[in-house]
C-alpha cells in the first residue's frame, strides 16, 4: 500500500477538553482510514486501466484520488499541527506572519474568519505561496478544491462537521476559538523553515 495511516504523537484524549477524545478517535481512525483507504483504492484501479488499456472510468478515478489522497495529505498535518501543550509563534515565523499580515492580532481574525466562513465543508489554511514567496490564508474546499498548486501549506483547520460537531454543534466560532489553543507553533514553525525562498524557481523553471 502506497499511503498510510500516520500514528498521532499524542493520545486520543489528549486535546481535551478543546477537541474530545471521541471525535480524535472517530476522526483518526474512521474518516482518516477511510481517505487513505479511498486513495489507495484510486491507485490501484490506475494500475489496472493502464494494464487493459481501458480508461473509461478514469475521470471518476482521478476525481477519486484528488479526493482522497487531498484528504490523507490535509489531515496528516492537521495532526500535527495540534499539540496539548500550546504557546505562541516565535523568530522567523512570528516575524513573517507580521510581515504578511499586518499583526498577529489581524492573522488570527483573518484566518479565523476563513474558517468560520467556509460553505459546507471544507479547510483554512495558511501556506507559503510558492510563486510570490509570501505568506497566505486559504479556504479549501472540500479537501481539494479552491486550491493554487503552489500553496505548501503551514497550519491547516479541518471545518467540516465531522471535526467538531459532537463538541459543538452548531457554533463554529467555539470550535475556532478553542483550535488557538492547541496549535504546535513548532510544527508550523518547523514547515515554515523547510520552505525556501528558492521555492519560487520549482515553479518558473
Ligand atoms: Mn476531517
Redesign the pocket.
Same mark, same amino acid.
Given at each position: 500500500m502506497t499511503y498510510q495511516l500516520p500514528e498521532l504523537n499524542y493520545g486520543y484524549s489528549a486535546l481535551e477538553p478543546h477537541i474530545s477524545a471521541r471525535i480524535m478517535e472517530l476522526?483518526h481512525s474512521k *474518516? *482518516?482510514q477511510a481517505y487513505v483507504t479511498g486513495a489507495n483504492a484510486a491507485l490501484e484501479a490506475m494500475e489496472k486501466a493502464r494494464s487493459e488499456d481501458n480508461f473509461a472510468t478514469l475521470p471518476k478515478l482521478q476525481k477519486d484520488l484528488a479526493f482522497n489522497l487531498g484528504?490523507h495529505v490535509?489531515?496528516s498535518i492537521?495532526w500535527k499541527n495540534l499539540s496539548p501543550s500550546s504557546s505562541a509563534p516565535e523568530g522567523d515565523l512570528a516575524a513573517a506572519i507580521t510581515e504578511y499580515f499586518g499583526s498577529f492580532e489581524a492573522f488570527k481574525n483573518h484566518f479565523s474568519a476563513a474558517a468560520i466562513g467556509i460553505q459546507g465543508s471544507g479547510w483554512a489554511y495558511l501556506a507559503w505561496d510558492a510563486l510570490g514567496n509570501r505568506m497566505i490564508i486559504g479556504q479549501l474546499y472540500d479537501q481539494q478544491g479552491n486550491l493554487a498548486m503552489g500553496n505548501i501549506p503551514l497550519l491547516m483547520l479541518?471545518m467540516?462537521e *465531522?471535526?467538531f460537531y459532537l463538541d459543538y454543534q452548531n457554533v463554529k466560532a467555539d470550535y475556532v476559538k478553542a483550535f488557538w489553543n492547541i496549535i504546535s507553533w513548532e510544527d508550523v514553525a518547523n514547515r515554515f523553515g523547510s520552505v525556501s525562498v528558492h521555492s519560487k524557481s520549482l515553479l518558473l523553471g
Open positions: 476522526h *474518516h *482518516h484528504g490535509n489531515h492537521f479541518d467540516w *465531522h471535526a
